[in-house]
């Protein structure tokens, strides 16, 4: 099993920047990818970013070019730098790992974060 923290949700105007941070333990050794989701009130959840353990990058086109997803292996953390924010980046973010690496492999979902964005 892997455990998620996540940290560095907030409130922000806009234009402004936020870093989330994903913090991995138990058997980071089985993931092979980590990304983020986000829900929005009233919405349905919403892939933003993912990083593959050969960090092949996916992003959702609303965030190309404003968010930037990282991972430290060795820290078995992962974050994600969210530039230029806007309003419609409102919603809780979610860590997510895919834990695919080892027999009977399984995602895990962090508790998520609240970011919210005034305009």
């Known amino acids: 099993q892997v455990q998620l923290v996540e940290t560095g949700g907030g409130l922000v105007q806009t234009g402004g920047s936020l870093r989330l941070s994903c913090l991995a333990s138990?058997?980071?050794?089985?993931?092979?990818?980590m990304g983020w989701y986000r829900q929005a009130p009233g919405k349905e959840r919403e892939l933003v970013s993912t990083?593959?353990?050969?960090?092949?990058?996916y992003y959702a086109d609303s965030v190309k070019g404003r968010f930037t997803i990282s991972r430290d292996k060795d820290k078995n953390t992962m974050w994600m730098q969210m530039n230029s924010l806007k309003p419609e980046d409102t919603a809780i973010y979610y860590c997510v790992v895919r834990a695919y690496l080892c027999a009977g492999g399984n995602s895990y979902w962090g508790q998520g974060t609240q970011v919210t964005v005034s305009s």
């Open positions: 990083i593959t353990s050969v960090d092949s990058l």
């Open positions: 138990g058997d980071t050794q089985c993931i092979s990818a």
